[in-house]
């Protein structure tokens, strides 16, 4: 184990914490439809990442590539969230466990953080030359990497 119990709760406590990066969510790369711009009553600015042709918008639950909304399951877009978030962070697969599921890795395999990997880079590949974002860190889990 990476992290003993009190550390592992000081990380998962901290990045729940954090906000991420902020702006203006009429600077969208994309063509969203207006339905999607629904910006909350409270007025506070959208957290949003734009990376190349990847755009991310965590309080709209939306990502585009390339100009097309992609869509995600919600673990999926969970999982994204997180790692666009921390950028270069790697993230243990018991970790991502945790934060994305809530619930203790023991009831979860390994496996089941790689399926809904998989399927997240199987979606956000729209192009043969397309980045591949998410990187894995053998025998580790994840972390998203602007390539």
Known sequence: M???TRQRQELVNYLL???????NPADSPCDIPETYRVQ?????PFTEIRMGDLYFCQEQRLVCMGGQVIELTAKEFDILALLITHPKRVFTYELIMELVW???HSYYSRKAVNNHVSNL????????????????VVGVG???EVP
């Open 102 to 104: 809530n619930e203790d």
């Open 142 to 144: 994840y972390k998203f």
């Open 2 to 4: 990476l992290l003993n």
């Open 121 to 136: 880079r199987k979606k956000l590949k729209i192009a043969p030359d397309s980045p591949d974002y998410i990187k894995s």
């Open 40 to 44: 909350a009553a409270i007025e506070e």
């Open 17 to 23: 914490a954090s906000k991420g990066q902020q702006s």
